[in-house]
């Protein structure tokens, strides 16, 4: 993998590979307390516990998929770090679509999905201290060749492989080292511009505006219509009686309209 690691921000001596770990967010977090750079790489075979959003799981069998985080330093404010998922997920879709897929849709706020199917998801974690980001950790699985029939029956008719996509097996290391050169690309515009500018390719990705969908947030569920993505990427749901609802964190699904 080394010599596919040609950037200034990912590079050789910063990256770290496992055959297995209980979570690469988990190490990725242990190594940025310990002082590592920004730019650290902690990939893993599979995972043993591996973290979803919300306190999921994320299937993590071995030999298949990729498991990645990258160790990031920002200098936003904390409640701006939820774009830095945005950020991983254009950084994602461009990697996918290079290796030929069509149809790549990213899904608000850490999807990506391939035919409506969930290939992908980021999970980022984040230390504060005094107000202060200490670091982030960006943390992206993509599941990559594994069988249909090896995901869980839970997940089957959800979730998809880039594998069945492309009608072939995918070589992980190329996929890996394209998504660090996306995310180097995209990382360093969102510090030397903000996320502005990044806001606009991130919808050219989503097909969720517009659309009617129900958003699940901790305590309530209710329908409405994705409307935008405001400035700090959060995304405006108008409800039937007219006000916007800004969701900070839930689950959003589309509805099928009649
Ligand atoms: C989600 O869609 O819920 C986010 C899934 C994120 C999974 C990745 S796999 C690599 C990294 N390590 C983890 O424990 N989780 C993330």
Redesign the pocket.
Known sequence: MAPLLTGVLFRPDRYHYFAELD????LAARLAQEGADQGTVVVADC?T??????G?S?F?PRGVNL???VVLRPAIPPQVAAQLTLVAGLALAHAVADLGCGDVELKWP??LLLGGRKAA???TEMRTEAARIQHVIV???VNVNGARTAFPVALREQAVNLAESLRGPVDRARLLAGLLAWLEHWYDRFDREGFGPLRQEWLSFARLLDQAVQVRLADETFSGRARALDAEGYLLVQRADGTLTRVVAGDVMRLEEG
């Open positions: 979570s690469t967010n988990r995972q516990g591996g973290r979803g959003r919300l999921r994320w993590s498991y990645c985080s850490n999807d998801g980021i999970l943390g992206i699985g």
